[in-house]
């Protein structure tokens, strides 16, 4: 567990993994504009002084970015895996490191830390095997002179704008489907978690990934940044993740070059226990999917509405598992439940359970800050939920469950789609025609069944409305990165 005297490479087995230069290029470069220090979230002490690099600077990695992609792009999809493959290896067999790494900047237990790790590597795993699946086709000509073939190409330079809350998996999740299309690749992390993007850096590096193929470019001047993303020529793919309200910004900026955008926005998931649903099944997946990551990932449940016959048994029993949680520092045995990332992220909880308070709605359990104080917060239930209130329009991002009652299925099913958000939606129930009713009316990128818990590099990760645009993961993932060229031949 770190506290004010132990640094962070002390608790490391490999120290030299905690790098804080900029990786331009192939060289580990300094930054024009200084250093920004990077918090660990559960102390509040500096972690580490990171390169805080120029808007030029960028532009000189972009440059290098251009240069390397048009020799990587010559690799055969094979050759290409060779080396994606040895980089998923390094990940692995230094993802405990790299778990300590990205808990103490990001806050997440450990264990889930961990797991990120294998998650984000699952994506360079993934897409390495895919780099030799990259298939054209032909087409039976128009004339009796005319063959028609379809060729996919790597589209070229690929910049990423990525958040605090999977420092590690939206990176590669991206990273993985770009570099084995034949793409290169400059990542501008969040701010708030640089050291686990600039530690990919420090394994593609081992990995023999070619000088100026990937890059990572902390800045402090993320609005700076996303403007030389999107207006530098050089770049031929904006992939973002992020807040919706940072996605339409990014958009209408790269529209001037209408360049190519893959966009992982906000979420507002329902997650629907019907009466016929196996309770705890059911309370097991909301805790999954309510408490990963203290509620701060864009596929957590928002909204949790619970039929009327089994409101008050579902509420007792989540109740109960609420209770057990144990909150503390990431890095300490036994935490279930870390910090929030900032200030900012507990006054929007405190935000939305004195919404719903006010509006006649009450607190189940929790509902105030941790004993531990600083960002920590009581994991909370608020119960008597209405459509009316805050959390119903909102991402929460943080550790509150509203319950919401409902009796209709075609009620619960307008209510849940009555967002401008549409990733990811759960729902509970055993009866098989309203299982297939259900899934197909629900207005989402992504519907969990009896589960709480879709993350996985196979399927298509993605939302629709004001969620996103494309999709990330499984074979669908490599379409993001290539350009389809159609071939007419006189022959
Ligand atoms: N759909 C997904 O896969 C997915 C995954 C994770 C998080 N998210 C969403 O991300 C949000 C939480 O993350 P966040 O707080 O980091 O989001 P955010 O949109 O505030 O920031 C995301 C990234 O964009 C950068 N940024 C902010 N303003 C910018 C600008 N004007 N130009 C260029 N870059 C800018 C930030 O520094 C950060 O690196 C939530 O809404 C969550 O739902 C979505
Ligand atoms: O926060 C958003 C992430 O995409 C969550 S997941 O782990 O990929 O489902």
Redesign the pocket.
Known sequence: MLDATTDLKSILKNPDLLVTKAYVGGQWVDGDNGTFAVTNPARGDVVAEVADLSRAQVAGAIAQAEAAQKEWAKLTGKERAVILRRWFDLMMENAADLGKILTAEQGKPLAEAVG?IG?GASFIEFFGEEAKRVYGETIPGHQRDKRIMVLKQPIGVAASIT?W??PN??IT?KAGPALAAGCAFVARPAAETPLSALVLGALAEQAGIPAGVFNVVPSSRSSEIGKEFCENPGVRKLTF?GSTEVGRILLRQASEQVMKCSM?LG?NAPFIVFDDADLDAAVEGAMLCKF??NG?????ANRIYVQAGVYDAFAAKLKAAVEALQVGDGLADGTTTGPLINSDAVAKVEEHIKDVTDKGGAVLTGGLPHDLGGTFFQPTIVTGVTQDMLVAQDETFGPLAPLFKFDDEDDVIAMANDTIFGL?SYFYAKDLSRVYKVAEALEYGIVGVNTG???TELGP?GGVKQSGLGREGSHHGMEDYLEMKYVCLSV
């Open positions: 990120e998650y958040p809350n999977f998996a939206m999740r993740t992982e979420g990963r990551n701060q990932t864009c596929v957590c990811a818990i879709i993350s990760f």
